[in-house]
T-cell receptor, first 114, second 116 residues
Framework: GENVEQHPSTLSVQEGDSAVIKCTYS??????FPWYKQELGKRPQLIID?????GEKKDQRIAVTLNKTAKHFSLHITETQPEDSAVYFCAASNAHQGAQKLVFGQGTRLTINP | GAVVSQHPSWVICKSGTSVKIECRSL??????MFWYRQFPKQSLMLMAT?????????EQGVEKDKFLINHASLTLSTLTVTSAHPEDSSFYICSARAGLAANEQFFGPGTRLTVL
């Protein structure tokens, strides 16, 4: 089955700097890669996703890149703000598996220092 | 749109009792619902997948007789933790997917279960 590895587990950056979180996946059939932001005790919130027919997607300060050959994808947050502090999870799913289960990475605790 | 609710938001129970958690899709019909468990400072681990009108599919290592899942309608799935023990204390989160062709899952707010 699919296995998703996420790095780093913790990341601390100065406000205004950029943050990058990386994930690798094992199943070459995976074709949907969402990123979630989760605040303590809250539900995961989808912040951006990418499908395997594109290599990059951007939404304001957030961007995701996908390298299908290397089976890795990354989240880029620019001009970080204190409210970006949270735990971020990547995930992968395979549309060809009936249920399209999401397999999550281990999470990255991002801290933005003012 | 695409709102998923869970009830209760938190529950405290005694060891040996059973607890039922409801997951509802409020403004769409969910062909598939997923149940996750999240321990403190850990990732979301899928417990089971449920499709309306059929038996749930459990992930390896998840006891189906302990975690009963019922997906009786296109808007409601329930998870019952039977004979709960302290090690079952966790954050339980459901998600719902609208349509077989849909990728995105919409998450409920979670239920914090504490077993004394």
């Amino acid at each position: 089955g699919e296995n998703v590895e996420q790095h780093p587990s913790t990341l601390s950056v100065q406000e205004g700097d950029s943050a990058v979180i990386k994930c690798t996946y094992s199943d070459s059939a995976s074709n949907y890669f969402p990123w979630y932001k989760q605040e303590l005790g809250k539900r995961p919130q989808l912040i951006i996703d990418i499908r395997s027919n594109v290599g990059e997607k951007k939404d304001q300060r957030i961007a995701v890149t996908l390298n299908k050959t290397a089976k890795h994808f990354s989240l880029h947050i620019t001009e970080t703000q204190p409210e970006d502090s949270a735990v971020y999870f990547c995930a992968a799913s395979n549309a060809h598996q009936g249920a399209q289960k999401l397999v999550f990475g281990q999470g990255t605790r991002l801290t933005i220092n003012p | 749109g695409a709102v998923v609710s869970q009830h209760p938001s938190w529950v405290i129970c005694k060891s040996g009792t059973s607890v039922k958690i409801e997951c509802r899709s409020l403004d769409f019909q969910a062909t598939t619902m997923f149940w996750y468990r999240q321990f403190p400072k850990q990732s979301l681990m899928l417990m089971a997948t449920s499709n309306e009108g059929s038996k749930a599919t459990y992930e390896q290592g998840v006891e189906k007789d302990k975690f009963l899942i019922n997906h009786a309608s296109l808007t409601l799935s329930t998870l019952t933790v039977t004979s709960a023990h302290p090690e079952d204390s966790s954050f339980y989160i459901c998600s719902a997917r609208a349509g077989l062709a849909a990728n995105e899952q919409f998450f409920g707010p979670g239920t914090r279960l504490t077993v004394l």
